[in-house]
C-alpha cells in the first residue's frame, strides 16, 4: 500500500498513520518529525527548517522534496504511508515524478476533515514524549501514567509550534497552500477518499479501515 495522508494541523494524521503503518507492517513518514529531529540535532537542515516552523510557515518544497526522495529511498521495494506531505500542488507533482521513475503510483490519498474548533482542542491538549515520540492529549487521550509517557516514563511536553499564535498561522497557511491540493487529488486518478475526523480516535480509526484493506 502507498498511502498519503492529508488534513489540517491537529485532524489526527500522525495518531491514524501510526496506527495504519502498524497494522499494514509498511514505514511510516511524517515530514514534520523528519523535520524536527533535525532541528533537534542542530543540522543545517534542521537551522533552515526552524525558522520556517517556528513561524507556523511552510519549509519551502525545494527542501521537502529533497528530504523526501532521501527518506523514501527506492520506495518500490515497499509500501509506505505519508503524512503531511505533500503540502502544495508543487510538492504532490514531485511526488508523482518521484513514483513515476520507480514505475509505481499511490494508492489512495485520505483525507480527514474536523471543524476548526476541534483541531484547535486537539492541538492546544497534544503533549509529546521526549523520549519515544508518543503522542497524547491531556483532555481527550490522556496517557495512564499521568504526567508521563506510559509506554517508557519519559517527560511529556508541548510542541513549540502548537502555541495558539503559531497554531493560527499554520491554519492560515493549511487554508491557502495544502486545501488546493484537495481539488488536485479529487481531479487525478488517484483514489481519493475523504473522511470524517471527528469521533474518539477508534471511531476514526474504523472509519479509515473501510477504504484502506492492508490485509
Ligand atoms: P507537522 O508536524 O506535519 O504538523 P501538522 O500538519 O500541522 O499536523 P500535526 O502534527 O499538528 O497534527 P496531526 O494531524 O498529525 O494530529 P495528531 O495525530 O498529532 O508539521 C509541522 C511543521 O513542519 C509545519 O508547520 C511546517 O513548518 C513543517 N512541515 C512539515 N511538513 C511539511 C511539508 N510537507 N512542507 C513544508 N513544510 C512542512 O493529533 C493531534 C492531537 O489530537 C493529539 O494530541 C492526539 O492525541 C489528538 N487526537 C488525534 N485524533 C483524535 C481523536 N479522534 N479524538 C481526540 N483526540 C485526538
Not at 116 to 143: H, M
Request: charged letters at 25%.
Amino acid at each position: 500500500m502507498r498511502i498519503v495522508i492529508l488534513g489540517a494541523p491537529g485532524v489526527g494524521k500522525g495518531t491514524q498513520g501510526d496506527r495504519l503503518a502498524e497494522r499494514c507492517g509498511i514505514p511510516k513518514f511524517a515530514t514534520g518529525d523528519i523535520l524536527r529531529e533535525a532541528v533537534r540535532n542542530d543540522t543545517p537542515l534542521g537551522r533552515e527548517a526552524k525558522r520556517y516552523m517556528d513561524e507556523g510557515e511552510l519549509v519551502p518544497d525545494a527542501v521537502v522534496l529533497d528530504l523526501v526522495r532521501d527518506a523514501l529511498g527506492s520506495p518500490s521495494a515497499h509500501g509506505f504511508i505519508l503524512d503531511g506531505f505533500p503540502r502544495t500542488v508543487t510538492q504532490a507533482e514531485g511526488l508523482q515524478a518521484l513514483l513515476a521513475e520507480h514505475g509505481i503510483e499511490l494508492n489512495a490519498v485520505l483525507y480527514l476533515d474536523a471543524p476548526e474548533q476541534e483541531l484547535i482542542r486537539r492541538v492546544a491538549g497534544r503533549r509529546v514524549c521526549v523520549a519515544c515520540g508518543a503522542v497524547y492529549n491531556v483532555s481527550l487521550d490522556p496517557s495512564a501514567a499521568g504526567e508521563v509517557c506510559e509506554q517508557c516514563g519519559g517527560r511529556l511536553e508541548t510542541r513549540e509550534d502548537d502555541e495558539a499564535g503559531t497554531v493560527r498561522n499554520r491554519l492560515r497557511v493549511y487554508r491557502e497552500s495544502t486545501a488546493p491540493l484537495l481539488q488536485w487529488y479529487a481531479n487525478s486518478p488517484t483514489p481519493f477518499y475523504e473522511l470524517e475526523a471527528v469521533g474518539s480516535v477508534d471511531d476514526v480509526y474504523r472509519r479509515l479501515l473501510t477504504v484502506v484493506d492492508c490485509s
